[in-house]
């Protein structure tokens, strides 16, 4: 008989990054955290601190407390990390593994750099095809006139998930993956799809959406987006065949 238990009950890996800033080419993680999920329940997690070889910004350490201090002392050294990350999110390509989080394009973006930077491989070069399933992106589509922030604490506070500490690495990816089962029982629209089918549709809707907001900042004399930001989840998307 076939499995009937919905997908989002089946294995999801949570990744989540903790950085010295928000420029997703430039920035480096200091923190990290893979956390396997199965029907809801933790079952296994890998994270850490991570030594990013560089000072942290002020300004970061105010947004999630981790110091220069904490990460010489406690960090694992940030190729080290950076090679066990590619190597586990690879792993959940060969299995078919979703892996979840928000905003994810910040995320993988930072990691297929730093993996570049590396040895020249990107994640799509080194095998990554998972379906990603980006808990921002599938609110700004289903709930898409909402007013107010969309931080993952708002939507935490939206959909009814209880999330203790902000800003840390377990806790946020742990966080994003209650979004998503709270999303997928409210939504039978993204439960209707197989993670990889829901994996196109996010490249579509990603780029409905920035789009319009382009085109808000525009009309408004702003500055207009990078180019780059109309592409989900990373610039190389078009590369990652398994997905697509």
């Known amino acids: 008989m076939a499995d009937a238990t919905p997908w989002y009950r ?47 910004p002020e300004g970061a350490t ?16 940030l190729e080290e990390v950076i090679e066990l990350l590619a190597d586990s999110l690879v792993e959940a390509s060969v299995y078919g593994v979703p892996v979840v989080g928000m905003k994810l394009d910040y995320d993988l973006t ?7 930077r590396l040895d020249e491989r990107g994640l799509p070069e080194r095998g990554f095809a998972a379906p990603v399933i980006d808990v921002l992106v599938l609110d700004r589509h289903v709930d898409r006139y909402r007013k107010g922030k969309r931080t ?3 939507l935490c506070a939206t959909y009814g998930v209880v999330i203790d500490h902000a800003h840390d690495a ?15 029982e409210q939504y039978p629209e993204i439960t209707g799809m197989s993670p990889a089918d829901l994996h196109r549709a996010q490249v579509d809707w990603h780029l409905e959406w920035a789009t319009s907001y382009d085109e808000w900042r525009r009309d408004r004399g702003m500055s207009p987006l990078d180019p780059r930001d109309f592409r989900w989840p990373f610039p190389g998307e078009e590369d990652m065949a398994g997905a697509a």
């Open 110 to 116: 930072m990691l297929d750099n730093q993996c570049l």
């Open 10 to 56: 089946n294995e999801l890996i949570g990744f989540d990054l903790e950085t010295t800033g928000v420029d997703r080419f430039n920035d480096v993680p200091v923190s990290f955290a893979l956390v396997t999920v199965k029907d809801g329940q933790v079952v296994h997690r890998e994270a850490g601190l991570v030594d990013p070889g560089r000072p942290i």
């Open 170 to 184: 377990v806790a946020d990816a742990v966080a994003a993956m209650g979004v998503l089962g709270a999303l997928c």
């Open 152 to 154: 993952l604490v708002e």
């Open 62 to 77: 105010a947004v999630h407390g981790i110091t220069d201090e904490q990460v010489r002392a406690e960090g694992r050294p």
